[in-house]
């Protein structure tokens, strides 16, 4: 089984596909995870503040 399958190949055995829409899905999951870790940082900061 294959990881990634490029556009041009002849597969059915993959995970992700290289297209637009892998890569759009991936950057909003990056982003969600950071906007989560930098959430959990800011109430760590704050509730060890107070």
């Known amino acids: ?3 990634v399958k490029k556009e ?3 597969r059915d055995d993959y995970i992700l596909q290289k297209d637009a829409t892998t890569k759009g ?3 909003f999951v ?3 995870l950071i906007i989560l ?3 959990v ?3 760590g900061v704050y509730f060890f503040t107070q």
């Open 1 to 3: 089984m294959k990881f």
């Open 37 to 39: 870790v930098l959430a």
């Open 30 to 32: 990056i982003v969600i």
């Open 25 to 27: 899905t991936s950057i």
């Open 8 to 10: 041009e190949e002849e």
């Open 41 to 43: 940082v800011a109430s």
